[in-house]
């Protein structure tokens, strides 16, 4: 599950800012700092806080999730931590693999008018509605929880797509402490 501002170019002006924010009010935990010695592999990030369950609702009957940083390398998939990922330019951060975008204009799907996305650049990607004919920049369809774009993203790890939402809560509280507009999407590891 990852968390972008809706504005292409936010950065935090002071990230140890809005990490502390978000940390008082229970969403991300403390940083933590593993080194798997038989790799050279180091994972780090933050631990979920102590209002995570309450700030994202999951779906189902039973969800697992693991919350301590696991020992060995091959069972980081199944834990579930906080990480920050920031870029110099937007980007397109792919989500699911078969997005279910849809045109701003008449809500019809337009995945199979898609352009090849990993060279993305703001503004240089237009599609054409196939029912409407409306042609929008690829940053500007709704996405559907499946894809985003930012140069600031939160990543909550090891939350399965369409498993988790997020609660008005949290997504007041991600506002409130940058003053922009967030969304949400899924991706898959």
């Not at 969800?63 to 937007?90: K, M, R, S």
């Not at 078969?98 to 240089?124: D, H, I, N, Y």
């Amino acid at each position: 599950m990852v968390f972008y501002s809706k504005n292409l170019e936010y950065v935090p002006e002071n990230v140890s800012a809005l990490l502390a924010s978000l940390q008082m009010d229970g969403f991300i935990g403390e940083p933590f700092s593993t080194v798997f010695k038989q790799q050279t592999e180091t994972q780090n990030g933050y631990l979920i806080g102590r209002e995570f369950l309450k700030l994202i609702t999951f779906l189902g009957c039973s969800p697992h999730i693991a919350v301590t940083p696991p020992e060995q390398l091959t069972d980081w998939g199944n834990f579930c931590y906080i990480e920050i990922q920031h870029f110099q330019a937007p980007k397109y951060f792919k989500g699911l693999n078969q997005p279910k975008c849809s045109c701003p204009v008449c809500k019809s799907r337009v995945t199979g008018a898609l352009p090849e996305l990993q060279q993305w650049l703001p503004g240089s990607q237009e599609v054409s509605c196939p029912k409407c004919q409306q042609t929008t920049l690829a940053e500007n369809l709704n996405w559907r929880h499946g894809g985003g774009f930012g140069r600031f993203f939160i990543v909550v790890n090891s939350i399965y797509p369409n498993e988790a939402v997020a609660t008005d809560k949290l997504m007041s509280l991600l506002n409130s402490v940058s003053g922009e507009d967030w969304d949400y999407f899924y991706f898959e590891q």
